[in-house]
């Protein structure tokens, strides 16, 4: 428990494990760019964290994935914590746990671009429709708490709507949404939206994480984002758009996805 104390004395290291609870299992290279301090530094911090048994690492290729542990720190809660608040506590590690137990879909692509270019092909309504299935999206408030909905190009057919959690141009765009493709889709719910733009030489690599969805959720949900983001590439690369069957279909209608 000293080496778990310790650890945590930290506000860096605190830092580091609030982000790792907010997306868990990231590379050193993402938890880096999260904070303003040398490689070095948080890998130093990270090392401390492992040791303590607060953070553990698992090698998927050659990257080292980095997760939170919250074991340490529910011993120590069962140490200290009364038993009369134990089953209060209790349930809320339940909580946690089935939530993080949600499902999760991640989507990579490299697109020749700048980081600003690929911004605009999210952001921009007319663009965005030309890739995302006649999608577009709409807001007059693109800050965290602003409202968005997405609708069809002709504007009456509401495919979608929610709120921008963050938003940080050109690097990064979080945003929770209700679909609307479907009676289906409507049903489950709010889910949540990650885009991250990462500039790699001359092109950008772009990260898309679905997630906050149960287990078992409806595929219409996430099915389509390959085909959205071949559909970003193609465009933004070319001026072209993508022609594969499937790819000029409208959401809500028949084979449509997200």
């Known amino acids: 428990m000293e080496a778990v104390f310790r650890a945590i004395a930290d506000p860096t290291r ?56 919250p074991v340490p720190i529910r011993l120590v809660h069962d140490r200290w914590v009364s038993k009369y608040a134990a089953p209060w506590a209790a ?12 499902m999760k879909k991640g989507f990579e692509i490299y697109i020749k671009t700048t980081p600003e270019k690929l911004w605009s092909a999210i952001t921009d309504p007319k663009q965005r429709a030309r890739y995302h299935f006649g999608a577009a999206i709409l807001s007059d408030d693109w800050t965290p708490g602003g409202r968005f909905e997405m609708r069809a190009r002709d504007g009456t ?25 479907s009676e289906e889709t409507t049903s489950e719910g709010s889910t949540r939206i990650t885009w991250e733009i990462e500039p790699v030489g001359d092109s950008c690599r772009l990260r898309l994480t679905h ?32 022609t594969t069957p499937g790819s000029q279909m409208y959401l809500g209608t028949p084979g449509g996805s997200a």
């Open 91 to 102: 349930g809320l590690v339940e909580m946690k746990r089935d939530m993080e137990a949600a």
């Open 14 to 69: 605190r830092a580091l494990l609030d982000e790792l609870f907010r997306a868990d299992g990231q590379t050193l290279r993402a938890l880096e760019a999260r904070f303003d301090m040398s490689r070095f530094g948080v890998m130093k911090h990270l090392k401390l964290l492992e040791e303590a048994g607060l953070v553990v690492t698992e090698r998927r290729g050659r990257e080292k994935l980095h997760f939170l542990n």
């Open 211 to 242: 997630d906050e969805m149960r287990e078992g959720a409806a595929e219409a949900l996430y099915g389509g984002w390959p085909m959205v983001l071949s559909g970003l590439k193609t465009w933004l690369e070319s001026g072209e758009l993508l």
């Open 157 to 181: 057919v509401l495919l979608g709507e929610g709120e921008f959690l963050e938003v940080d141009p050109p690097r990064r765009l979080v945003e929770s949404m209700v679909a609307h493709f």
